[in-house]
């Protein structure tokens, strides 16, 4: 006789809940990773009020709802310190929150509904090895083919390449609402008499005339841009973005981006987007002064210069995340490719955003965010619980530093469940981080007299 | 990782130069190195000569039992060294590749060997041949010679003279240029083999299985030249710092 299985229908009892929590509040690994589902790590917990300066600043340079042809094209976002300290500031979170912001409708709110705009986030998770630039736009083809644009992009171009009468019915739904998930489900278009091959034909064509290559035009109406780009590669694969031998990807990379994309997204009402380079210093950190003289000048040829799309419709405006010891680094570089002169490579210029280092009150805000996220009592919203007052003020104490705070906080708690202790006073927090051991930092103090 | 290296690496180009020379096939070289680990790495377990067994008792799995040079094990770390002073022919990309497949024969069958980070490690008294060199930096596996450095002892020199120009040693702006270009080239060389260490092709999965990530596409004998390349430069840059720190003190 067959037994069947049964679902869980209950949420089992989480190990947090004496301290009023849904789970642990804190990352332990606090590095945001825009791509986790944990919302602890993609920055989906963010208190914007301990950078509500930096956020407007942030408004006044990039989004200008009513003046967004006068956005500046190429902006800073800094954090104070070295390849140590200015990590883990919250650029990363911040990028976050205005990709989040501007793409969960394409700016509609954003800018009041006047048009849209997107934001591409670029970043280097793995090996970056030669090539810098046309990694750059790889990288950002990759998350295009992420972050739902390409989708919804083909939707409204089968709508337009549809008649009024036929978009009607496909958009409509058996309950009488519009739902434009239905542009997209061929079944539902051939059920009104639609023949998918001559649609999809149709859009390609009005792409190519927009700009867009044939080949690419095709792959773009057809919903196969993803499958195209890994056609270009032997492995099939988008990620690594380079791999010695496999880079055919890489000589197109540069001209899909800034011209075809551009294209098909200003084909699709886009009038804008902004690219968002993070971990610039990633790159940086491992460019001779050659190599960064070279990705200068195709930065400043792809984004600045006169050739491609994307400059001649001053489509993206590019955000890069640097460090101080990064920027100097790049500064030379930046000065020859003529990019300084568009904006200043230094905090204090007037396109740069500078996060300081959150001052008592705001780390605690950035505690409680964490908090309130995981709160089972709504009432105990915008407090410190299960945390006292002299236990977050000790933990406070320890670093404020974004990364560090969110660490030693997820350390705190985890050792509060470990010894079954629900208020988190300063002796509490004493004791975890005491127990906790220190991370290994290499000695060269005796300098260069040890050097092998 | 990196004591270690630094014994292998001070004894190939120190303490072997002044050591004396026996009537045995590698000229006591072996020998002499398990000597100096034991006095120089007291919290190290070093493994006694001949060992079969990975030093700690293992089978393999093809059934034969193989020879590895020194087995020192701490704590969080196992790694294992071949040792080659051939006076006749330099180590080729055969003597790598054994290697390696011995270490793979034991973990074939061992998977526990991966709850600790492995460090295999090749140190010759000769050069290397440009074949083995291209092998061990495609396999993961420390390169230690004459004049040629492993990446964790170029990082640490790279860090000491890091720490010499914060202090305000006035160097020369060309030595400050060639400086932040071998910096940058050293952090994009460990970028670039970062997915070759044992340690992050192999994983314990379960006590009778271990994952293996495909990791390789890469130009070793390119880089093989590139990291020549980056220990002349170290050697060159140490040098200079070491007289502009002199300088400033007389």
């Known amino acids: 006789m067959v037994v069947l299985p049964k679902r869980s229908i209950g949420v089992s009892k989480s190990l947090y809940s004496p301290l009023g929590l849904k789970d642990l509040p804190f990352p332990t690994e606090p590095v945001v990773d825009p791509y986790n589902n944990d919302p602890r790590r993609n920055g989906a917990i963010y208190a914007e009020s301990p950078v509500k300066r930096e956020i407007e600043k942030f408004e006044q340079l990039l989004i200008r709802p009513n003046d967004f042809p006068n956005r500046v094209r190429l902006s800073y976002l800094w954090s104070k310190g070295d390849r140590e300290s200015g990590r883990g500031m919250g650029k990363t979170a911040l990028l976050r929150y205005f990709r989040q912001r501007i793409n969960r409708d394409w700016g509609q709110t954003e800018f009041n509904g006047q048009f849209s705009a997107v934001v591409v986030y670029v970043a280097f998770p793995s090996q970056v090895d030669r090539r810098y630039m046309e990694q750059l736009a790889w990288s950002a083809l990759v998350d295009i083919c992420k972050n739902g644009v390409l989708n919804d992009s083909r939707a409204v171009l089968r709508l337009e390449a549809l008649t009024p009468e036929q978009g009607d019915l496909v958009l409509q739904c058996p309950d009488g609402s519009h739902n434009p998930d239905n542009l997209l489900d061929d079944s539902i278009l051939q059920a009104h008499g639609i023949e998918i091959t001559a649609l999809d034909k149709r859009v390609a064509e009005r792409l190519t005339s927009e700009g867009v290559q044939p080949q690419v035009s095709l792959s773009l109406a057809q919903g196969q841009f993803r499958e195209y780009l890994c056609s270009l590669r032997k492995d099939g694969n988008l990620e690594p973005f380079y791999i010695p031998r496999h880079t055919k990807n890489l000589d197109y990379s540069r001209t899909l981006l800034f011209n075809d994309i551009v294209h098909y997204l200003r084909a699709a009402g886009f009038a804008g987007g902004y690219l968002f380079i993070d971990d610039i210093e990633n790159l940086v950190d491992q460019m001779t002064r050659k190599d960064r003289i070279e990705f200068a000048k195709e930065f400043c040829l792809c984004t600045m210069r006169p050739g491609y799309a994307n400059t001649a419709y001053n489509f993206f405006s590019c955000v890069l995340t640097t460090h101080q010891q990064a920027s100097i680094g790049l500064a030379q570089a930046w000065g020859e490719a003529g990019l300084s002169t568009i904006a200043r490579l230094d905090p204090n210029s007037p396109n740069s955003v500078e996060l300081p280092l959150p001052s008592e009150d705001q780390a605690r805000e950035i505690i409680i965010a964490h908090l309130d996220y995981h709160r089972t009592n709504e009432l105990d919203k915008g407090t410190v619980k299960p945390f006292t007052e002299d236990g977050i003020s000790a933990l406070l104490k320890r670093s404020q530093h974004p990364r560090d705070l969110l660490s030693n906080a997820a350390k705190v708690i985890l050792h509060a469940i470990d010894k079954k202790i629900t208020d988190v006073d300063k002796t509490v927090v004493n004791e975890a981080m005491d127990n906790s051991a220190p991370p290994s930092i290499p000695d060269f103090s005796e300098g260069i007299d040890g050097a092998l | ?250």
């Open chain 2, 1 to 250: 990782m990196f004591q270690f290296l630094k014994q292998c690496y001070k004894f190939v180009n120190q303490e072997w130069q002044h050591a004396v020379r026996e009537q045995l096939p590698d000229q006591g070289f072996e020998l002499r190195f398990r000597e100096s680990c034991v006095k120089h790495l007291s919290d190290w377990n070093i493994s006694q000569g001949h060992e079969m067994c990975l030093g700690c008792g293992l089978d393999t799995a093809s059934g034969v039992l193989h020879e590895v040079d020194i087995v020192a094990q701490h704590p969080d770390l196992t790694a294992i060294l071949e040792i080659k002073n051939r006076q006749t022919f330099p180590p080729d990309k055969n003597d790598v590749i054994i290697f390696f497949a011995k270490i793979f024969d034991y973990l074939a069958l061992n998977p526990t060997l991966l709850l600790k980070e492995i460090c295999p490690a090749f140190m010759s008294n000769t050069h290397f041949e440009e074949s083995a060199l291209a092998a061990c930096l495609g396999l993961g596996i420390h390169p230690i010679g004459p004049d040629l450095r492993p990446l964790p002892i170029l990082f640490d020199n790279a860090g000491r003279m890091e720490v010499e120009r914060q202090k305000g040693t006035v160097l020369p702006s060309d030595v400050l240029d060639q400086f932040e270009d071998f910096c940058a080239q050293l952090n994009r060389f460990c970028s670039i083999l970062s997915e070759t260490w044992l340690s992050s092709r192999c994983g314990y999965q379960s006590e009778d299985r271990i994952v293996l990530r495909a990791a390789g596409y890469l130009h070793t004998r390119e880089l093989s030249q590139e990291f020549r390349q980056l220990n002349n430069d170290c050697s060159r840059l140490v040098g200079e710092f070491k007289k502009a720190k002199h300088g400033a003190a007389v």
